[in-house]
């Protein structure tokens, strides 16, 4: 049996894995690294040290946000 979530707002049906998992392997499982993302779960924000306890189960609703860095070294302050 495959897992079915809603991620960001789209359905997306993972069939490697089972109708329930952890929030660690379904990240995993998108090759997102845990340094760089924020998840909001069925609308509460899951804290890193708990993702390996976060049970995702199919018709749950996740919002992924990356962290991205940079910035300009082209200019400088005055």
């Not at 897992?3 to 069939?15: A, E, K, M, W, Y």
């Not at 379904?26 to 049970?55: C, F, Q, T, Y």
């Amino acid at each position: 049996m495959s897992l079915t979530v809603i991620l960001n707002g789209q359905p997306r049906i993972f069939d490697n894995l089972p109708s329930a998992t952890t929030l660690d392997v379904l990240l995993m499982e998108l090759s997102l690294k845990a340094d760089r993302v924020a998840v909001e779960h069925n609308g509460v924000i899951a804290p890193r040290a708990s993702w390996l306890n976060v049970g995702v189960n199919s018709g749950d609703k996740l919002e992924v946000v990356h962290f991205v860095g940079g910035g300009s070294t082209s200019g400088s302050i005055s």
